[in-house]
């Protein structure tokens, strides 16, 4: 029997026991669970005999740290970096089918808050990593392993914590593979391994609008909510010019090559449309947006306040951060000032070298004829705290997925699940990919 297979058999249990810690991040108001979930993952690194270090940037906002060098590797290459994290976005319990911390196994799928974002991948990596080392398999490379805290509220006490407060960790590392990619979209019968290349950059805002407070049953030539309403009216009617990265092109070749036509500038949104739910993951890449989410004024109806707050979630290309500010700043008018809660950088790498060819190899080693391709992410990952380090990073968390399921509707979705063998699969690359990596 294989290691993957071994690893295979493991790794359903390993998912279930990491879906039952309830490691909500409810952002500012904390978390639940990250310790203990921390613990969890170190003992079971601590069983075949590879030792780590837990970190805590606040009480119980824990994260993992490995260096795995097993016997036989070559220790003159830099470390690859696998991360992970261990937190969730909360899940509330009556909107499921399902018991969102019960892990249950139903219909071929497990289910559970997390079985796709993400401790299906840190199942697979610790799955897979045991099994190497019971046997003495080593890896071609030593591994860097890290499990982080706080990822899903932008990883100030998870990663970004660790690279600011010991860099040292990471700093022999050159490439890392963690979420989101590596898992199949079908176009025409024909399987694309979707591995993600870049991301874009965040800026959440708070609009303020400051106008003079009154009775409401007087006339206000100065009120800050109408203010505030037209600003907020602006940005959410803008149309943002389409900027085509090179992650994002060669993505679009791909779909070329499966669908056998050609795709013109005025027609990729109607193109991305035939691919089903993914078009949202891909469409919201070709340029920056600006969501309104959030507003806030006033306290009774016959008052008018003399402050509004509108929270704007904004995401930026690469390369499209300076245009995102001025653009915002031109829509808001003079009456109305932006601050910005939360940033973090865009961030792109080519999608060639070693480490692509290696994740090339070992998905079509596991599925003949299939086809790997980069994208950019619309969201965010533990990648904008690596890589000014000077890390690679790339998303391949490797998933053979049924063509009829909506993927992406999972992530921070209802019913949150993870095919029991797209995790056997996973096994099965990893596995194949830590010989080539």
Not at 319 to 337: C, M, N, P, S
Not at 367 to 386: C, I, L, Q, R, Y
Request: net charge negative; charged share 25%.
């Amino acid at each position: 029997m294989t290691a993957s297979v071994r690893a295979a058999d493991e790794v359903i249990g390993l998912c279930r026991d990491l879906i039952r810690f309830d490691t909500s991040n409810f952002g500012p108001a904390g978390s639940k669970g990250e310790r203990e979930a921390a613990e969890y993952l170190a003992t079971k690194l601590d069983e075949v005999g590879i030792a780590s270090e837990l970190f805590e940037s606040e009480h119980r906002r824990t994260s993992v740290v490995a260096n795995w060098e097993p016997d036989g590797c070559d220790a003159s290459l830099p470390p690859l970096l696998i991360h992970g994290h261990t937190d969730v976005v909360p899940a509330i319990a009556e909107d499921w089918q399902v018991d969102p911390f019960a892990g249950e196994v139903i219909d071929g799928y497990l289910w559970g808050r997390g079985a796709v974002d993400m401790k299906d991948f840190d199942a697979i990596v610790l799955s897979v990593v045991r099994q190497r080392q019971r046997e003495g398999r080593p890896t071609r490379r030593p591994v860097r392993l890290v499990f982080t805290a706080d990822e899903e509220a932008g990883g100030s006490k998870g990663a970004g914590w660790l690279a600011h407060q010991h860099p040292e960790l990471i700093a022999d590392c050159t490439e890392a593979i963690g979420e989101v990619g590596g898992f199949s979209l079908t176009v025409n019968d024909q399987r694309l391994y979707l591995i993600q290349t870049a991301e874009k950059g965040l800026a959440w805002l708070n609009l303020i609008a400051s106008g003079t407070a009154g009775h409401g049953s007087m006339r206000n030539d100065d009120n800050a909510i109408t203010e505030l309403a037209v600003a907020v009216t602006r940005i959410g009617a803008h149309s943002w010019p389409t900027r085509i990265r090179p992650s994002v092109q060669a993505f679009l070749a791909a779909i070329e090559d499966a669908l056998g036509i050609q795709i013109g500038t005025d027609d990729v949104e109607q193109t991305l449309a035939r691919l089903g739910s993914v078009s949202r993951l891909v469409g919201a890449t070709l340029t920056n947006t600006a969501n309104p989410t959030m507003l806030k004024a006033g306290y009774k109806h016959n008052v008018i306040p003399g402050d509004a707050i509108a929270g704007i979630d904004g995401r930026f290309l690469p390369g499209g951060e300076q245009e995102f500010y001025d653009t915002i700043a031109k829509l808001i008018g003079d009456q109305v000032r932006y601050e910005v809660v939360t940033s973090d950088i865009a961030v792109e790498t080519g999608f060639s070298g070693d480490l692509v060819q290696a994740m090339t190899d070992s998905l079509q080693a596991a599925d003949p004829g299939s086809v790997a391709v980069p994208f950019m992410m619309s969201a965010g990952t533990d990648a904008k705290s690596w890589a000014p380090l000077g890390v690679r990073c790339f998303g391949f968390a490797p998933l053979k997925l049924p063509p009829e399921l909506d993927f992406a509707a999972l992530f921070h979705g209802v019913d949150e699940r993870v095919p029991i063998d797209s995790l056997k699969f996973g096994c099965q690359v990893i596995d194949d990919f830590l010989d080539r990596a």
